[in-house]
């Protein structure tokens, strides 16, 4: 059974820092893609970015281009995000999503999500 | 990029009825390359159908995807008890994008 597990929310101010953490099982982790999707509160879904299976590419979302950083660790079957720079307006439900078919494809698996709040 | 646009917003239904949620895109989505999920509340995204009309492993079958192009169409033949939650569709024929949601409550 694929699972993904997110750590690492929490609480920050603008301007901030903080680091997410996917760790995933029940696959063959570096053989697949994987993503950030993100839900503001009472929002709706917006995909933040995906890294490739060998960590050679990487794909980010517009709003979060050159402030966000995601990488990945096979040998630990870890996905990151490094959020920098953080506005109120990335305050949401961090999702680690498994996609299929491209690596910007549909999301067969999903994480239950790390809260980042970004507030003074 | 592609926008994706989910109607109603809302759809007030009682167990036992047909739903029929809309995604229309601003232009045609590559390869029919849609997906569909179920949200309820505190929990993640489910997924539900791919490629329009693929259900997941899982998936009953009262779910059913269709459409091409621009317009596609999530149909749940009666509705259960447990399918009052938050739909969302998603392409990814060109990057990816997702549409706003529909709310489908109980009447």
């Known amino acids: 059974e694929v699972q993904l597990l997110e750590s690492g929310g929490g609480l920050a101010q603008p301007g901030g820092s903080l680091r997410l953490s996917c760790a995933a099982s029940g696959f063959t982790f570096s053989n697949f893609a994987v993503s950030w999707v993100r839900q503001a509160p009472g929002k709706g879904l917006e995909w933040v970015s995906t890294?490739?299976?060998?960590?050679?590419?990487?794909y980010y979302a517009d709003s979060v281009k050159g402030r966000f950083t995601i990488s990945r660790d096979n040998s630990k079957d870890t996905l990151h995000l490094q959020v920098n720079s953080l506005r109120a307006e990335d305050t949401a439900i961090y999702y680690c999503?498994?996609?299929?078919?491209?690596?910007?494809?549909?999301?067969?698996?999903w994480g239950q999500g790390a809260l980042v709040t970004v507030s003074s | 990029e592609i926008l994706l646009t989910q109607s109603p917003g809302t759809l007030s239904l009682s167990p036992g009825e047909r739903a029929t949620l809309s995604c229309r895109a601003s232009?045609?989505?590559?390869?029919?390359?849609l997906a569909w999920y179920q949200q309820k509340p505190g929990q993640a995204p489910r997924f539900l159908i791919n490629g329009a009309s693929n259900r997941a492993t899982g998936i009953p079958d009262r779910f059913s995807g269709s459409g091409s192009g621009t317009d596609f169409t999530l149909t749940i033949s009666r509705l259960e008890p447990e399918d009052f939650a938050v739909y969302y569709c998603?392409?990814?024929?060109?990057?990816?994008?997702f549409g706003g949601g529909t709310k489908v409550e109980i009447k």
């Open positions: 232009q045609s989505v590559t390869g029919s390359y």
């Open positions: 890294i490739s299976g060998s960590g050679g590419s990487t």
């Open positions: 998603q392409q990814y024929g060109s990057s990816l994008t």
């Open positions: 999503a498994r996609p299929r078919h491209f690596d910007l494809g549909y999301f067969d698996s």
